[in-house]
Each structure stands twice: as structure tokens, then as C-alpha cells.
């Protein structure tokens, strides 16, 4: 009869629970809502930054100056038309002078800084980046916005795929092994736990190494075969047979710390006072689980794995350039090696986006998932 | 010391003790040893400093698991003490100047390339030289006959000339084979002899010269493309990595802690201030931003190091410490220290702070391998500091020649080795350090 007593304690619990819940959906919301405006206010804050730190000041403007200027010389000296011959060595300076200002102007470079870094931002928020310098799209187009919307999608798909993979593998295997700790394969996961010390472009080198130039298995980079193929099917297989090396190395590369990470979480919670409570009531080790441990654990894993996606952001670059992908880290490389500013800014503008979005994905999960989080004003009256 | 002695009853954290202990005497011996000006001018000295050193080749201890003993540089001066060098004067005005470059090849492969570098002194006429290859067999082969201008280059491996002489064998091959005319070309062991005999036409002319047989295997590291001994930049990059790495990480690391705990602890404006300026911070692209100053301001290592410091200071370990320090804020014996009227700051320093430095150590020390993969990751863009040998720029090196490509397996496994052991090292400790100053995580 005690028992029947204590069962129906702990069903009203989750009552209340679910009451107070539904009055914090609306909060949530509310609060999601609160976070996107301050998201993108923030996003807004930091590409300014950006387009400050892009332009240093004007430095670049000044290279871009140089740079009109030696290709218009350049084009007037090998212009071997006989008027241009004609003209004196004077009137030919005094064309390279003309020409020069009206690119000048063409390119809003005689603008003040301040002006012109306003411009920029305007432009930067809404994609509309103007063109490239130098850099082209596949299609041709010098547009920024396309260079850039071309190149997303083969990020997010490697970005996506191994973060999936990373979250559902290290939570499943981590509450596997929390389960039974101490056993060989937990003591295994620990000792492996410092390789995640290594970035995935690091593992990518060894991959590449061993089934690209060793084996000959899997191709050295790249996101198809070349020439692509026709065939849709073939398609789908040349790409996930190019896709495995570069998620293979993100996984690894974090695998085991997250798992171990994941794994002491669940035990940490499962050493608090109200599982021993839980225990004595004789609850299944099962319900126990998912209600007294997986529940409170939740957004403290969620926050370890905010960060952890963070940093493999940062991480993409370096592993796009390693394995040759036509992501936004390699076009990013790809501009900064030909000075072209509009795609330097553009680039990291996207960036800047999808972790905004990152973060604001994470927020919201995190304020779905704890309830102690207070939110609004209410955690900030002390 | 009772931490310490704790310490080392965990295994991972004796030998990460260990392993960073080696780390620092490297980077000792290699500043003593080795200092500053003079790694700079052996990694960056030019053609002058690595010209006698081969390309592309790979450390001698590769011999150990090849069947194969392949060669080692030979290189012989015409001042060695062990080459006899005579000068007859045949007439008032010619002399004759005669030496012989006497070696062992006990190898069973071919050397690389050969080359000899001549220096002679004259005033109007060029001495003429003459030089003759003795193999053990006895056989005799005319190398080359020519004038000689003052600081001559005589590359023999591109001399079409010997070449045919030798039926079309390559002729750093072809020269020490037991039959240079044979299908498949054999190295005979023994003694070899380059003879110099040079004339010279005027009194005070003189000839002096250099024998370079580039070998296969070269030092304990190899060499790259540009011929420079990698072990210059192995050893030197030690100090350089675990400087960067320590630097950045407990700057970032305190600075951290500390705002997290003020922002935490007042709550409020200050807070919130914090929580948006490391919202900000976190949707700013770490390292595209990086690069972005690598490429427009300075690729000098403490310019990065600043840079890193002080985008990292509103990092996501800020998001870590509040995470914590919320917990810890509402637990009761933080209420009881306020309930008896301690000051805000002496909460923070006493109470709040020190129930985190459990945490703090050990990911302070976990996060140095990430600093200093960061910068090898920027020398892996190209972004590496522009004087100093690193092991990030060795890989940048070895990826960009295609290192891969071309079996040149050593020239990226051993920067890259090394950076795992000092990454292993710090990690061991740390999760080590993890376990001490966590007892709830001591049973686990």
C-alpha cells in the first residue's frame, strides 16, 4: 500500500510540472522570440566589427587603389592601337589619371571610410556583397552572394552529417557506458578520451595518409569524382564515398572525449540524492534513468555540446582546405590568398549567420529542456 | 605536494608529467644548443647553408626497417685533413695542383646526385681541370675536362657528355655500378676515388674544391624540399609550441574565470552586458577572423598569440563558467556565508571562485593542445609566423609539395608525431588533474 502511496507521489510530480509547463511554453516563445531580435542585433554588431577589421581602417582600400592603378597602366601600355600610339608620353598620364578616378568611382573608393564601412555593413546584412574582385562562382558569376550561396551547401552537408552522427553516437554509447562503468570497454573510451585533443584536420592528414595514399581506397579530396557523374545514383556514391574521409575525421576527433564526457555526466547525476530516493523506492533502473537522470542532465550536455559544435565550426575551415572541399572555409582560404575583400567579408558574414543560428538552435533547446532556467527577468530578481 | 603525490598515483598523469618534462629539456637544448640567429639563418639561410645537404630525403633511421641500406651523404673538402692535396710547379708558370676525394660506399643503393663545387683563385686564365673516377674494380673513367672560372658549380649527374660516355646510365648511378651498361643497374660496394688533377697558368692561382654525393637518407629527420635539415625546425618548434600553447591558455583561462565569476555572482546589468558581448564574440568567426589579421595586419606569432588571447577572452568558456557558477551560486553555503554579512568580493574570491578551480585547472591544462594545434592549423593555411621554424609550417611544407602524393611519409608523420605526443602529454595530465580535484569524479 506504501508503494502504491509513493508511485502516486511521484506521478503528480510530473503533473505539475507539466502544468507549470505549458504556462513556460509561452515564455519560451516569448523568450525565443527576445533571443532572435538579440541575436541578430548582435550578428549586426559583430559583422560590423568585421567589415572594420576587413578593411583596416581603409589599408585595403589603399591596395585596391594600387591595384586600379596598375591594371589600367597596364592596359593603356599594351594598347597598341595607332591613336593611342600617338599620343604623347604627358596626355597618355593624363589618360591613365582619368580612367583611374573614374574607376575609383565606380568602385565607391573615394568615399570617407566611415561612409563607405556603413555601406559595406548594409550590404553585408543583407547578402547583397556587391562583386567579386577576382574570384568567380562555378556558374560564372562574379556575384558574392552566389560565390558564397554556391559553396553552403557542400558545408552544411558535411557539417550536419557529422554532427548528427557525433551527438547520437556519443549519447547512445555514453549511456552505455554509464551503465556499466568500470567494465573494459569504459576503461578503453577513458584512455582514448585525450586523442580528442587533435583537431579533425589533424586526423584528416593521418586519413588521407592511410586509405588515400597507403590503401588507395577512398579518394585524397574532393567532393566528387571528376568529371562528376551523370547519373543521379552514381552521383549520391562518388559523394558519400568522398564524404566519408572528412566526417570520419570530425568524429574522431571528438568521439571519444564527448562520449566520455557524456557518460560522467550520466553518472555524476546518478550519485545525487534524489536517485539514491528514487532507488529506495524501488523504481526500475530504467525509469530512473529517464526520469531522474537523463532529464536533469540534458542541459548541461547540451550546453557541452553547444560548445563543442562551436568549435567544430572553427574547425571546418582548416579540414575543408585539408580535404579539398568546395565548402565556404576553402572559398574563405581562397579569397584571403587573392586579397579579395567583398568575399572575405561575405564569407565570414555567412559564418556569422550560421552561428547565430547555431546558438539560437541550442538556446532554444536549452530553454525547452531545463526548467530551472529561469526565464525572462524572473532568474535575474536576486 | 599532496596534490602532486596524488597526482602521480594515476599512471596517465606520471607519464604526461614525464613526457612534458622531456618536452621542456628539448626546448632548452635546442635554444642552448642551437640559438636563435643560428636556427634562423640554417632554416632560412638560403642555397649557401643547405647546398650540401640532398633534397627530399628521408632520416637515417629509416634504414633500420628497410632491407635496403640506403646511402648517406658523402662530402669531401680538398682542405680535409685526409685528402692529400700536392702542387708541383711543372714550369715557371704551370702548376700542377693534384688531389683525390678517397671514400668507402658500402650502400646498396644509388646516391641521389653528385656534385662538385670548385673554388679556384686566378687572375686572367681559369685553371683547367681534369677529374677521374677510380671504381674498386680497377676500372678508370674520364669524368670531365674543363676550365674552371672561381666559384664553378660542376653538377656530374647533368653532364650529357659522361652520360653517354657511361652508355646512357644516369651518371651518379652509372658511376658507382658494377656494370653501367647492364639492363639493371647494380651498386658495387668498396672504395671509390674522384681524382682532380688541375693545371693552373698563373703563380698565385690555386684550386680548391668540394665533393658532394647526396644520399638518400640524411640526419636524424630528413630534409625538405629546399634541402634544409628538418631537425632545425623539429627541435625548434618545441619551444615555440609549448610557449604559444601554455601563454594562450592561461590567459584565457584566468581571464575567463574571472569575468564569468563577476558576471555571475552581480547579475543584473553586468551580466547581461557580459552574456551579449560574449554572444557577440560567438558568432564572430574565430578563425576566419584570424586569418583574416594573419593575411592584412602580421603573421609574427605574437601578434597571433594577442589576437587569440584577446578574441578568446568573451569565449565559449565563459558560457562553461556562469553554467557552473549559477549551480554553485544558489547552494546553501552560499547563502550562509551571505546570511553572516561576507562582501560581494570576498564571495567571489573565496567562495565561488575556489569551488571552480577544480574545474579551471584541469581544463586549463587540457586546453593548451588546442593553442597549439591553432597555430599550426595557421601555418597549415599559410599563415605561419614568417621567420620561425614550426612544426605547423614543416606540415604546411609537406602538404603543399605533396608530401603524399610522393611517398615523402616522414616529412609530415614527424612534425605531426611530435605534435601529438605534447597534445597526449597536456591531455593526459589534464584529465588526470580532472580526477584529483574532482572526487566525485574519482570513482569513475
Not at chain 1, 134 to 140: A, I, L, N, V
Request: charge should be neutral; hydrophobic fraction near 50%; proline fraction near 5%.
Amino acid at each position: 500500500m506504501s508503494d502504491t502511496a509513493l508511485a502516486m507521489e511521484t506521478e503528480g510530480a510530473p503533473q505539475e510540472k507539466l502544468q507549470s509547463g505549458s504556462g513556460a511554453l509561452g515564455r519560451v516563445v516569448k523568450y525565443s522570440a527576445v533571443r532572435l531580435v538579440m541575436l541578430f542585433v548582435t550578428v549586426v554588431v559583430g559583422i560590423y566589427m568585421v567589415v572594420l577589421v576587413a578593411n583596416m581602417g581603409g589599408y585595403v582600400d589603399r591596395i585596391r587603389l594600387g591595384s586600379i592603378q596598375q591594371m589600367i597602366s597596364l592596359q593603356i601600355s599594351q594598347d597598341q592601337s595607332p591613336e593611342m600610339r600617338a599620343l604623347s608620353v604627358e596626355e597618355r598620364r593624363e589618360l591613365i589619371r582619368e580612367r583611374v578616378e573614374v574607376e575609383v568611382q565606380r568602385q565607391g573608393l573615394d568615399q570617407p571610410f566611415i561612409v563607405r564601412s556603413f555601406g559595406y555593413l548594409r550590404g553585408a546584412i543583407t547578402l547583397d556583397l556587391g562583386f567579386a574582385t577576382d574570384m568567380t562562382s562555378d556558374t560564372g558569376s562574379k556575384q558574392v552572394r552566389l560565390i558564397l550561396l554556391e559553396r553552403l551547401p557542400p558545408t552544411l552537408l558535411m557539417w550536419g552529417v557529422s554532427n548528427l552522427l557525433l551527438f547520437f553516437i556519443s549519447l547512445f554509447f555514453g549511456l552505455f557506458l554509464s551503465r556499466k562503468y568500470g567494465s573494459i570497454l569504459d576503461r578503453i573510451v577513458i584512455a582514448l578520451a585525450p586523442t580528442s585533443s587533435a583537431p579533425g584536420w589533424f586526423y584528416g592528414l593521418f586519413l588521407i595518409l592511410i586509405f588515400a595514399a597507403i590503401l588507395q581506397v577512398l579518394p585524397f579530396g574532393g567532393m566528387v569524382a571528376a568529371p562528376p557523374p551523370e547519373n543521379r545514383i552514381d552521383y549520391a556514391l562518388s559523394l558519400l564515398r568522398h564524404l566519408v574521409l572528412p566526417t570520419a575525421a570530425i568524429v574522431i576527433s571528438t568521439i571519444f572525449l564527448q562520449t566520455y564526457n557524456f557518460r560522467t555526466f550520466f553518472l555524476i547525476y546518478s550519485t545525487e540524492d534524489y536517485v539514491e530516493m528514487a532507488k529506495a523506492k524501488g523504481l526500475s533502473d530504467r525509469e530512473i534513468e529517464r526520469r531522474y537522470v537523463l532529464r536533469p542532465v540534458l542541459p548541461t550536455i547540451i550546453t557541452q555540446f553547444a560548445l563543442t559544435v562551436i568549435t567544430l565550426w572553427t574547425g571546418a575551415t582548416i579540414l575543408e582546405t585539408v580535404f579539398n572541399w568546395p565548402g565556404l572555409g576553402r572559398a574563405l582560404y581562397q579569397a584571403i590568398g587573392l586579397y579579395d575583400t567583398p568575399v572575405i567579408v561575405g564569407s565570414q558574414v555567412i559564418y556569422a549567420y550560421l552561428l547565430a543560428a547555431t546558438v539560437f538552435l541550442l538556446d532554444f533547446i536549452y530553454a525547452l529542456v531545463d526548467p530551472r532556467v529561469r526565464i525572462g527577468g524572473e532568474g535575474r530578481t536576486r | 605536494m599532496k596534490t602532486l603525490r596524488e597526482l602521480l598515483q594515476y599512471p596517465a598523469a606520471a607519464i604526461g608529467l614525464v613526457i612534458i618534462t622531456l618536452l621542456i629539456l628539448l626546448s632548452v637544448y635546442a635554444m642552448v644548443t642551437i640559438p636563435y640567429s643560428e636556427a634562423i639563418r640554417l632554416w632560412r639561410g638560403g642555397e649557401d647553408v643547405w647546398y650540401h645537404t640532398p633534397k627530399n630525403a628521408a632520416p637515417a633511421w629509416t634504414n633500420w626497417f628497410t632491407t635496403k641500406d640506403l646511402p648517406a651523404t658523402i662530402r669531401m673538402r680538398s682542405d680535409d685533413d685526409d685528402v692529400i692535396k700536392t702542387v708541383e710547379s711543372a714550369s715557371e708558370e704551370l702548376t700542377d695542383v693534384i688531389f683525390s676525394f678517397t671514400f668507402d660506399f658500402p650502400y646498396d643503393d644509388f646516391p641521389r646526385e653528385i656534385s662538385v663545387f670548385f673554388n679556384t683563385r686566378y687572375d686572367r686564365k681559369p685553371p683547367h681541370v681534369s677529374m677521374t673516377w677510380l671504381t674498386p674494380d680497377g676500372r678508370e673513367i674520364r669524368v670531365a675536362d674543363k676550365s674552371m672560372t672561381q666559384q664553378e658549380t660542376y653538377r656530374v649527374s647533368q653532364d650529357s657528355l659522361l652520360q653517354r660516355r657511361l652508355g646512357g646510365a644516369l651518371p651518379h648511378q652509372g658511376l658507382f655500378a658494377v656494370d653501367p651498361r647492364a639492363e639493371v643497374l647494380e651498386p658495387l660496394h668498396g672504395t671509390y676515388t674522384l681524382q682532380v688533377e688541375a693545371i693552373t697558368f698563373e703563380p698565385e692561382s690555386d684550386v680548391d674544391a668540394e665533393m658532394v654525393i647526396y644520399g638518400q637518407v640524411h640526419g636524424i629527420a630528413g630534409t625538405d624540399h629546399r634541402r634544409r635539415d628538418l631537425s632545425i625546425a623539429l627541435l625548434w618548434g618545441t619551444p615555440i609550441a609549448l610557449g604559444f600553447g601554455l601563454l594562450a591558455a592561461v590567459g584565457t583561462s584566468l581571464i575567463q574565470m574571472i569575468i564569468a565569476a563577476v558576471g555571475t555572482w552581480y547579475g543584473g546589468w553586468v551580466d547581461t552586458l557580459i552574456q551579449r558581448v560574449t554572444e557577440i564574440n560567438m558568432v564572430l568567426p574565430f578563425l576566419p577572423i584570424l586569418i583574416m589579421i594573419g593575411t592584412f595586419y602580421s603573421k609574427s606569432i605574437f601578434a597571433m598569440l594577442g589576437v587569440v588571447v584577446l578574441l578568446s577572452i568573451f569565449g565559449g568558456g565563459i558560457k562553461t563558467n556562469r553554467a557552473m557558477f549559477l549551480q554553485v551560486k544558489h547552494s546553501p553555503y552560499i547563502e550562509a556565508a551571505q546570511a553572516y554579512g561576507a562582501s560581494d568580493a570576498r564571495l567571489i574570491r573565496k567562495y565561488l571562485i575556489p569551488r571552480i578551480i577544480p574545474t579551471l585547472l584541469p581544463s586549463l591544462v587540457a586546453l593548451v593542445p588546442s593553442f597549439v594545434f591553432l597555430e599550426a592549423a595557421l601555418a597549415l593555411l599559410g599563415l605561419g609566423d614568417p621567420v620561425l621554424p614550426t612544426w605547423g609550417k614543416v606540415i604546411n611544407d609537406a602538404y603543399g609539395n605533396g608530401a603524399l602524393y610522393h611517398g615523402h611519409y616522414y616529412w609530415i608523420l614527424e612534425p605531426s608525431v611530435l605534435l601529438m605526443i605534447m597534445a597526449l602529454a597536456f591531455s593526459l595530465l589534464g584529465f588526470a588533474l580532472d580526477r584529483v580535484f574532482n572526487p566525485r569524479l574519482r570513482g569513475m
